[in-house]
């Protein structure tokens, strides 16, 4: 009789740790992988669509998920179909806000799914962001699709610097000075500076507008317009600290285009300067661009008017 005792209890111990079991259970977890639909052929759904793909085949997805960004290796079925490495995630409902495909140097993307309301949503069934449902008792398959990616276009798939990179900000600093006589003074100076004495040079009033492109045929996007004037009364004596960056996976090119305040208050264009991201411009004192608008003449010689902008 005792012996007919001991697996009853033991089915009925198993049988209540399964009651106290839930799928919801965050401490368990669950299997997903990413199928990504005509990999070799990276299909677009128009002919509309014609950037060139990079000739190399992906290694590793870049997914980010719920906030976390995971990198498993690439599979090929004997099928031809493509597949990431299983993940392990928790059971339940989860976003995936970013898919990329990298070459082997886990750096370099070669295809990517674009974003909802991008240029490029248009040639994808499913845009990112998108959400999937796991469950610890079945393996989850996300289906997936991408498109050839050119750093030229990353704004196409709704990316920002970020999305496709690392970047690194520097910093370049500017100053100036204006020089004129008493009848050369005007708006914004006067206001600015409150001026009674009219010294022979005043810190100049000027901004620093900013601007990129991807290289070899990217085209010109605005940045950042950085200046040491807001009118009408405004102003910082310190250098201006104009920004621009490097990028792990872009070549770049920055143009920096100085503006400053002539004696009627106009914006004025006096230089412009181009440079390589790879190779900066480097100011020859003290680290920082320093220029003169008009001749100073601390001799007594008076300067040569008018001043022409």
């Known amino acids: 009789m005792l ?34 639909t005509n990999p070799l052929e990276y299909q677009a759904k128009s002919d509309d669509f014609d950037i060139e793909c990079i000739d190399e085949l992906p290694e590793y997805a870049r997914i980010t998920i719920d906030d976390e960004t995971y990198m498993p290796e690439l599979i090929w079925h004997d099928d031809g179909n493509l597949y990431t490495q299983v993940l392990k995630l928790a059971s339940g409902n989860h976003e995936v806000t970013s898919f990329e495909l990298l070459a082997a140097d886990g750096e370099t993307i070669i295809s990517a799914t674009p974003a909802e309301g991008s240029e490029f949503a248009i040639y994808v069934e499913q845009t990112v962001p998108f959400t999937f449902e796991t469950s610890v008792f079945d393996k989850t398959e996300v289906d997936v699709e991408v498109l050839c990616f050119n750093t030229a276009h990353f704004d196409d798939f709704g990316f920002n610097w970020f999305n496709i990179g690392q970047i690194e900000v520097s910093e370049i600093p500017f100053f100036g000075d204006i020089c004129h006589q008493e009848e ?56 201006v600290r104009v920004e621009w960056f490097t990028h792990s996976n872009l070549d770049l090119e920055f143009k920096f285009e100085l503006y400053v305040y002539n004696f009627n208050g106009e914006l004025v264009n006096v230089w412009d300067y181009t440079f390589n991201s790879d190779d900066p411009l480097v100011p020859e004192t003290d680290g920082v661009v320093d220029f003169v608008i008009g001749g100073c003449w601390y001799d007594g010689t008076p300067p040569q008017l008018p001043l022409t902008w």
């Open 3 to 36: 012996g007919l005792l001991i697996p009853m209890f033991a089915i009925f111990t198993v049988s209540c740790e399964k009651d106290d079991w839930s799928s919801d259970d965050q401490n368990f977890q669950a299997e997903v992988t990413f199928g990504i």
């Open 184 to 239: 050369a003074f005007g708006v914004p100076y006067l206001d600015v500076f409150d001026i009674e004495d009219y010294p022979i040079d005043v810190p100049a009033l000027f901004e620093v507008r900013t601007s990129v492109k991807i290289l070899p045929d990217g085209e010109w996007k605005d940045l950042k317009t950085f200046t040491n004037y807001t009118p009408p009364h405004t102003y910082s004596d310190k250098p």
